[in-house]
């Protein structure tokens, strides 16, 4: 029984953001609001899953910037195919709703809650544009890294840009109340703000140490050889009990990265949220899901600083 309590949440996240089709029972408002806690997991997989066919053509061709351009064109085919190309899809209907102005703020919810098979201009435009921009950084960000052989940096942002863009994702379904004539079981509202909290003091630390450690010390990971990686690992450590003040650029320098990417996605929340507040009354399922793409562009236009900041 407490499995199934565990289990469904979990079940009924990747049921919503990617391929996976798990047997849930009718969706409650307890059960979606029990479901954003894995939410971050869901973008995860889909980073990782994502992630792994590009940076083994990294790994293999990375002096042929055909085959980094290819990589990149991979990876953004295969965080929308993941996640059934729900983040397009949310776009192009809530561009749709905010672009009829004659709407009332609860005909624009009922609007997005009817299925739109043929998204209109709006639509069709806005996710063209945001689709070209994330194959444009994307490029770049495989020409600033892959091209210079950080396959580990690369590797992280690939991985971890999803999961981020998942995170502000739960952050702009929950800042506000529910939109009015938003359904109960949606997730627009129902935030846990302790939860989050936590893991952003549990994520936060770990992911400017990771960050510190390429900075300063760039490939010390490598995955065919565990004892030389922890070899690097040690000496760097001794390095940095050795060099203080290199260690504490290293650390600033990682809190910059992380800085970059989190200002990105809480812009990106701030924007839709407050889109979606003035238009439909508040928050709705379909806003934060415009919230993962959007946050996702922007994510990687910080990497992209951010791998300037290391190459620089």
Known sequence: MLTDKLLQPLKLAFNELTLFRFHTPETTPELAKK????????????????????????????????????????????TAWLSRFSGFRDLAI??????????????????????????????????????????????LLFTRLALFEKTTLLGFFLIT????????????AGHNNAAPGEP??????????????????????LCILY?????????????????????????????????????????????????CIYGAGIFAAIYVNGESKTWMGGSTRVAAGTTAEIAEILILAGALIAADFILL
Request: overall charge positive.
């Open 184 to 205: 109960e079981y949606s997730i627009a509202g129902k935030l846990n703000v302790p939860f989050v909290i936590l893991l952003f003091l549990i994520l936060t630390p």
């Open 211 to 259: 960050l510190s450690i390429c900075y300063g010390f760039g490939e010390f990971v490598q995955p065919f050889a565990p004892q030389r990686t922890l070899a690097v690992v040690t000496q760097t450590f001794h390095i940095w009990k050795q060099q203080k003040d290199f260690a504490v650029q290293c650390l600033l320098q990682g809190a910059r990265i992380m800085a």
């Open 35 to 78: 479901s954003l806690f894995w939410y971050p997991l869901a973008g995860l997989y889909i980073g990782l899953a994502a992630a792994l066919l590009p940076l083994f053509f990294v790994a293999c061709f990375s002096t042929l910037q055909a085959f980094v351009l290819f990589s990149g064109c991979v990876y953004v085919f295969l």
């Open 94 to 139: 809530f561009t749709d709703a905010l672009a009829d102005r004659k709407l009332s703020q609860a005909e624009r919810v009922q609007k997005m809650l009817q299925t739109q098979e043929y998204p209109g201009y709006a639509g069709v435009t806005a996710c063209a544009i945001l689709a070209s921009s994330k194959l444009l950084l994307i490029y």
């Open 161 to 172: 840009t999803p999961f981020f863009a998942r995170l502000f994702m739960m952050i702009a």
